[in-house]
């Protein structure tokens, strides 16, 4: 009786054990079939994430790549046009000349589109997309004109028959930039006597670099005349055109050596005049700083004094090897002086101050915007750099067209910044 007892509880026991695992079994089916299903999901939206992203990146490079190459398109056209109207006149360039007019325009706007990505403002996926999408089709539709009406010129030149004379003229223009060539390299010495290395660096390689054109120029006339009465005209006026653009080219980069001289002339007499300002606003600021309307603005203003009579002992003893660095320091140091000043000044006092301030302002942005172009003309400066050119151009002309003094001043200030940033940002992409 008690064995039989034993086996019917055993039974009992073993018919549970199977229902216990038969249970778990069917949870743990359950959980895997969830876990699945789980991660099917995650699979599928990375998936299409990752399908996205890389659309939204190509676009983004699709896009840099055509601003880049329509910057280089317009700054080569406009050599272009000068070329077809001293070939042609003015009437016979004119469709030339307004698809540059165009293309200029496009560029701008695509140039803005392309800030509006870069800035601090985070830019959803969907307004990269369309935004990048709009800049490449803004540079392509440009590109596409242009190179219609290259084309059409080409053809023009291709059509005449003053080959001879023209290929002289060439020669002259090539003997005229070359005899500058040794002129230029003593200028750029004298100015490295002068001035420190990176004060120099925009037009330190330029001699070098005009000497190459001008060679690539020989070279370009030498074919041309071995093929004067062997081939086609359009096949001349291709090489002619070669070397004069070679030609061309090199003239204007011993004009860029010239006119960077110039600005660091300018850039010393106005580093001078920056100083005694900076002096002057120290010392309005010190009567205010003695009798502050509160403790936090009379704090303020004494350390901004104090900065900008650190900056004024550091620039007065070697800002001269850089003006135009000397100048940047020292209106950082005198703008939060000003930001300090602002609460104790009236309305009109700060009307005044940015009335003086405002020439000065102008033209160190006008310096730095021509001496960042100097340094990335000829040189492979990509998107970013680019657009922060465009955009420092930008705000200086709506400077020079703002009739209110104080909004004019913080424009053309962040003109200089932003083309400051360009600088730094070509010298990078050059590395």
Known sequence: MLALTILELTAVGASSAVVGAGVGAITIGLLFAAALAVGFVVLVRRGRAARTAPKRDEIGRR????????????????DELGFAVAQFGDARASALAAALDSASANLASAFALKQQLDDSVPDTPTQQREWNGQVLMLCETASERLAAERAVFDALRGSERDAPRDLQAVRELIDREQSR?????????????????AAIAPVRDTPDEAERLLHAARTSAASAAENLDETGATAVSASIRSSEQHARRAGQLLDDIERHAAALESASTRLASHIDEARSEVAAARAVRDAPPDPATGSAIVEAIAWVERTLAEVTTNGAADPDAAIARIQTT????????????????????????????????????DTTRAYMAGRRAGA??????????????????????????????????????????????LL
């Open 63 to 78: 896009a840099n790549i055509a601003l880049v190459r329509l910057d280089d398109e317009v700054a080569s056209m406009r």
């Open 181 to 197: 060539l040794s002129g230029a390299r003593e200028l750029l010495a004298r100015l490295h006597s002068r001035y420190a290395p």
């Open 334 to 369: 005198v703008d939060a002086l000003d930001t300090a000043l602002a609460g104790a000044r009236t309305q009109q006092q700060r009307l005044t101050h940015a009335r003086e301030a405002l020439d000065g302002a102008l033209l160190t942005a006008r310096s730095q915007i």
């Open 384 to 429: 970013e750099a680019r657009t922060r050119l465009a955009e420092a151009e930008r705000l200086l002309a709506l400077a020079e067209a703002e009739s209110d003094p104080v909004i004019a001043l913080d424009t053309a200030r962040s003109s200089a910044t932003y083309s400051r940033d360009a600088d730094a940002l070509a010298r990078y992409d």
